[in-house]
């Protein structure tokens, strides 16, 4: 589970726009970008939401953070790749799930969470720049993998288109802690608290096409063992 910056770590905030702006339960947003950087990095799937044919569309999708940018990737032939290249405007969510609140009543139960919604359009990246993105995806999903694999060849790479969407319009909100109950519910004698959930790696499985003696790396043993 990532670990949120302190309050002294982080930078200045952004101010946010009407757009951005946490409405409901405002105490729970946050605008600086080390908060919103921590979420995105943390996360390996988001939810791209666009309007195409006056019709409403979210697709989910990989993604990943470089700087002050989110990265996405398609096929060159992808309905949500060559929508968003045309200038689309978007939003993008990402939402991490830590918890379950457990209340004394069902009117107050809850989840304990941290989620990042950011505004937007996104940029096709050129040849040159995209194939270095590649990489950084690659390295946030396994970091040392791109060194051993065999990378993009000249009809893989033009298949592939890379987008990329500024932060300057994202916030973040964040729940945590114990359920909220009323007063005269605290008397109930019903288990209250909170479940934690985790993301973590599993045991490697490998390929049944593996050639017999192949290792497993040291940056997949390294992780499993987080």
Known sequence: MSTLPSPQSKTTATP????????????????????IHAILDAAWL???????????????????REGEHLYIHGSTKSRMALALAGGLPA???????????????????????????????????????KIAALRTFT???????????????????????????????????IRRGPPKDDEEDMTLPVWAGVLPLAQGYGTPEADPLLAPGTPLPAYLRALTRR
């Not at 830590?98 to 096709?124: C, I, P």
């Not at 990378?151 to 916030?171: C, F, H, I, W, Y």
């Open 16 to 35: 946010a726009s009407r757009r951005s702006r946490v409405k409901r339960v405002p105490d729970r947003g946050h605008y600086d970008a080390d908060t």
């Open 46 to 64: 988001c939810h791209v939401g666009f309007i195409q044919d006056g019709q409403p569309v979210v697709i989910p999708t990989a993604c990943w």
């Open 91 to 129: 939003c993008v969510t990402v939402t991490l799930l830590d918890g379950l609140v457990l209340a004394r009543s069902a009117f107050h139960h809850s989840m304990n969470y941290r989620s990042v919604v950011a505004f937007g359009r996104f940029e096709k990246l050129d040849d040159t720049a």
């Open 139 to 173: 390295e946030h999903l396994a970091p040392g993998r791109w060194a051993e694999i065999r990378a993009p060849n000249k009809q893989e790479a033009k298949g592939t288109m890379v987008l990329r969407m500024p932060l300057d319009e994202a916030s973040a909100k």
